[in-house]
T-cell receptor, first 112, second 113 residues
Framework: SQQGEEDPQALSIQEGENATMNCSYK?????LQWYRQNSGRGLVHLIL?????REKHSGRLRVTLDTSKKSSSLLITASRAADTASYFC????????????FGQGTRLTINP | EADIYQTPRYLVIGTGKKITLECSQT?????MYWYQQDPGMELHLIHY???????EKGDLSSESTVSRIRTEHFPLTLESARPSHTSQYLC????????????FGNGTRLTVT
């Protein structure tokens, strides 16, 4: 069963604008992670937020987590053409095996 | 980027062939994973391992098998490839501690004709 669902499925913005992607999940989690995937490549870890954290920053990335709504958002500020990629959220369940379950991703296109 | 390597990068084979996708990591990670991903779609976990001699099936039913004889090596084998196996296969690893991220290889793009 799919744990995470992401919204929107595709997003196209102009360079310099901010991009916001959302992720919803179903079960209790230890942490939620965001990954980036360039076309035809593996995923690269961007940022991890623990279940007891509400917000986290890393460079131009800002992640929020609302465990009461079982949702997270990823904000990329001052976007660049090089940010064009697919972005996935992944949840690390608080019970059972340490398996990350991925959402279906948001395809982000930054137009120069 | 990551010290995790997958070979081959691309593979085109005929139906019925036996294939092994290789995955190796040099980070000493205990936990390793195989995910299957169709283009533009989500990742589905097909196998994982907690350490040497430990293998488990993932959430997506798969006709493949895995082995973990050495910490650094986690190969995936298809005994008889079929066109439905056409997909991208991603290998990943992580430390055994909580809150550790996954490190991914660049994947093997498999096409079965």
């Amino acid at each position: 069963s799919q744990q995470g669902e992401e919204d929107p499925q595709a997003l196209s913005i102009q360079e310099g604008e901010n991009a916001t992607m959302n992720c919803s999940y179903k079960t209790s989690i230890n942490n939620l992670q965001w990954y980036r995937q360039n076309s035809g490549r593996g995923l690269v870890h961007l940022i991890l937020i623990r279940s007891n954290e509400r917000e986290k920053h890393s460079g131009r990335l800002r992640v929020t987590l609302d465990t009461s709504k079982k949702s997270s958002s990823l904000l990329i500020t001052a976007s660049r053409a090089a940010d064009t990629a697919s972005y996935f959220c992944a949840t690390d369940a608080s019970q059972g095996a340490q398996k990350l379950v991925f959402g279906q991703g948001t395809r982000l296109t930054i137009n120069p | 980027e990551a010290d995790i390597y997958q070979t081959p990068r691309y593979l085109v084979i005929g139906t019925g062939k036996k294939i092994t996708l290789e995955c190796s990591q040099t980070m000493g990670h205990d936990k390793m994973y195989w995910y299957q991903q169709d283009p533009g779609m989500e990742l589905h976990l097909i196998h994982y391992s907690y350490g040497v001699n430990s293998t488990e099936k993932g959430d997506l039913s798969s006709e493949s098998t895995v082995s973990r004889i050495r910490t650094e090596h986690f190969p995936l084998t298809l005994e008889s490839a079929r066109p439905s196996h056409t997909s991208q296969y991603l290998c990943a690893s992580r430390l055994g501690t909580d809150n550790s991220p996954l490190h991914f290889g660049n994947g093997t793009r498999l096409t079965v004709t």
